[in-house]
């Protein structure tokens, strides 16, 4: 790029239909701010600088968004009282240097593709105005393209302000505009608010542009979805819908097979690699990364995990590794209904059942829980068979406690672990058993009551009346 972009977000609006406490570009759309996805846009566009406008819940806004990585500045420029989209640019003006071009996005448009932006600055090519339009089968409430006979653009007619033959007119402007900041400084100083809504219209640029005879150009695109500003709940589910399809259409692009591509939720960085499977209504969040030949069943939530290849999560599984993160060996089988938490490291062709949870653990090759079981903060050796419902007791009320089982251990059913407490290899503990002092490698270990058997008992019965 010849000639330096510096990014204007306008989100100083209020946002009275989202009906919310929470500003409206604050809102998450596929696990991401609104207002953060114009901002990553501008630092795809590699854009000097990006300027966001604040009003309506300043603070909160300027705390819930982050600059990208990369280098990008952020700025922040407040707005109060808010005297329209005009008047919202020119807080900016301060802040943007003369020697770029001013690229002007909305906080609440969250879906316009990096490279529509850059078919605008090429069309702006750093000394026009460039203006990014669409034909809506319905234009009410959409400032309108007004063209001369010989095509070229003379104004923007806001709807309000429009007559009956401009709102006939159905090519609109987006909210989208690239404009040399030199030239749109001068004439954001000439604004008034002299039009139906009594603001300051940033479209009235159109006409200062159009009168100092500099050439203004229109981008008009035909995908709806890259201009749809969100307003209300409803727009919002539209929208999560279409990026979520974006990203599903992405993912089948590269090979993974979804067993429905509406029935996916993408709310991280979800990379997969060859011949991975999908079912439906699976969740995925954070950085999640699924190697070759991972089939992931029905609604599984999974989150910051690493799964190696030819692994398989059966249905209703749910994975969060939280910031310790969770991986899940090659081969492995996982739940249906398992659940691994943060610091669960699972080796080669680990089996977890159903109801098992594991939390900072470390489970050897071919290492099995396969029913109703807890094992936290364990070392859990190769091979070790993990009985049903037993448990590693970790927590003593103050301080967790770790519990090592080494290779070839078989935990029986039902057994309380209170750690810390070491199982030798190759030992055996009894089903029932509460162990508290270490085992020896080899070692039967019993530790319940001993059974008592009386013959020939009598169960007490009823007396008749
Ligand atoms: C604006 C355009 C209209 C265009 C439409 C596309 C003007 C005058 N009109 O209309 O031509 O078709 O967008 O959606 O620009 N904002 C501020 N401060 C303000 C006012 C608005 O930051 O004082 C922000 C809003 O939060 C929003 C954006 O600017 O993110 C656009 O404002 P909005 O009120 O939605 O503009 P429209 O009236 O819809
Ligand atoms: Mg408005």
New binding site residues.
């Given amino acids: 790029m010849s000639f330096p972009v510096d990014v204007v977000v306008?989100?100083?609006?209020?946002?009275t239909r989202m009906k919310s406490q929470l500003p409206?570009?604050l809102h998450r759309l596929g696990g991401r701010a609104l207002a953060q996805h114009v901002i990553d846009t501008a630092a795809r566009l590699s854009a000097r600088s990006v300027v966001v406008?604040?009003?309506?819940g300043a603070e909160r806004v300027e705390a819930g968004l982050h600059a990208p990585a990369g280098g990008m500045q952020l700025k922040y420029v407040r707005?109060a009282?808010?005297?329209?989209?005009?008047?919202?640019v020119q807080q900016a003006a301060p802040v943007l240097p003369d020697d770029g071009v001013t690229l002007v996005l909305?906080?609440?448009?969250p879906l316009t593709r990096p490279e529509t932006l850059q078919a605008l600055l090429d069309l702006c090519a750093g000394e026009r105005m460039a203006l990014l339009t669409l034909d809506m089968p319905d234009p009410t409430?959409?400032?309108?393209i007004v063209r001369s006979a010989d095509g070229s653009v003379q104004a923007?007619v806001?709807?309000k302000d429009a007559s009956e033959a401009q709102r006939a007119i159905t090519e609109?402007?987006?909210?989208i505009m690239a404009v040399p900041t030199r030239l749109l400084k001068g004439w954001l100083a000439r604004l008034d608010n002299q039009n139906a809504?009594g603001?300051?219209?940033?479209?009235?640029v159109v006409k200062f542009a159009v009168g100092d005879g500099l050439s203004v150009q229109a981008h008009r695109i035909a995908d709806a979805v890259q201009?749809a500003?969100v307003?209300s709940p409803l727009q919002l589910a539209e929208l999560e819908r279409a990026h979520q399809l974006r990203v599903a259409e992405v993912l089948m692009e590269q090979g993974v097979r979804l067993a429905d591509p509406a029935r996916l939720d993408v709310r991280g960085a979800l990379v997969c690699g060859q011949d991975v499977e999908i079912d439906v209504n699976c969740v995925f969040d954070g950085q999640v990364s699924l190697a070759d030949g991972v089939h992931i069943g029905a609604n599984c939530v999974i989150a910051n995990a690493v799964i190696e290849a030819g692994a398989v999560i059966h249905p209703f599984t749910h994975i969060d590794g939280e910031k310790l993160g969770v991986s899940v060996g090659p081969g492995s089988l996982i739940g249906p209904f398992a659940r691994l938490r943060p610091g669960a490291r699972l080796g080669a062709e680990v089996h977890i059942g159903n109801f098992v949870e594991v939390k900072n653990s470390t489970l050897a090759a071919g290492a099995k829980a396969n029913h109703l079981a807890y094992l936290g903060d364990a070392t859990v050796g190769e091979r070790v068979n993990y009985g049903a419902g037993s448990i590693t007791a970790n927590y003593d009320g103050a301080n967790k406690h770790r519990t090592v089982i080494e290779a070839d251990v078989h935990v029986g059913s039902n057994c309380v672990l209170v750690a810390p407490v070491t199982l030798g290899a190759g030992g055996t503990v009894g089903g029932g058993s509460t162990i508290t002092k270490d085992t020896p490698p080899g070692s039967l270990a019993i530790a319940r009551g001993k059974q008592v058997t009386l013959p020939n008992w009598q169960r007490p019965a009823k007396k008749k009346p």
């Fill in positions: 306008m989100a100083a609006g209020k946002g409206k570009v406008i604040t009003g309506h707005q009282p808010q005297l329209g989209t005009g008047h919202a909305s906080g609440d448009v409430g959409y400032g309108r923007i806001e709807h609109i402007y987006s909210g809504q603001e300051y219209y940033l479209t009235d201009v500003g307003n």
